[in-house]
């Protein structure tokens, strides 16, 4: 084991944030893996993302922000705008299950409100596996993978309630640093 890196893998969920609230003891939205454990490379690395990293991000914003009411235009810059977008594509069902990319679509845009939280900044994750844009906490290990946080769930028949996913990431982030089991 490698104690110089804990992951906060939100992609490789095992339980779904359906639910308002979840019990104390009840199983939380995330995985954590060191690496070398739950699709994570012993040899990896953590960049600022390159000019084609941010093109891929900004087309995949694109394909879902087509879908913005004029109504919605005006608040989709906050938290709850961005939020409400993905909530309303996913409560109408607009992309089923094989439809991982705009899946996947969704889930940068729920990064992009994960993002709006202080200290929080897309980066490369780069390992054996490939090279995959993710969230980091400035100045920590913590890192998050919010783009496929929707579309895993989807796949698997679950419902997704954005909101209760966002907070509870949050609330893990906050427990995580609380407990200090992260560099």
């Not at 339980?15 to 939205?29: K, M, N, Q, S």
């Not at 994570?40 to 093109?55: A, H, M, N």
């Amino acid at each position: 084991m490698h104690p110089i890196f804990l992951f906060v893998v939100l992609a490789l969920l095992t339980a779904v944030a359906a639910a308002p609230a979840l019990p104390a003891d009840e199983e939380t939205d995330a995985e954590f893996a060191e690496p070398g454990e739950g699709g994570i490379g012993t040899d990896f690395s953590v960049l600022p993302l390159t000019r084609e990293d941010e093109v891929s991000l900004q087309a995949q914003r694109a394909v879902i922000e087509q879908y913005l009411t004029d109504a919605e235009r005006k608040n989709y810059e906050s938290v709850d705008g961005k939020l409400e977008l993905i909530r309303r594509l996913l409560e109408k069902g607009m992309f089923s299950s094989q439809d991982v990319w705009e899946l996947q679509c969704l889930g940068v845009i729920l990064g992009d409100a994960i993002a709006m939280n202080p200290d929080m900044a897309w980066v490369a994750f780069e390992d054996e596996y490939g090279r995959d844009a993710a969230l980091q906490l400035a100045d920590t290990s913590i890192v998050l993978f919010p783009i496929t946080m929707i579309s895993k769930r989807i796949e698997r028949g679950e419902e997704v309630d954005v909101h209760v996913l966002y907070e509870v990431v949050l609330e893990e982030v906050g427990r995580v640093l609380a407990s200090g089991e992260y560099q």
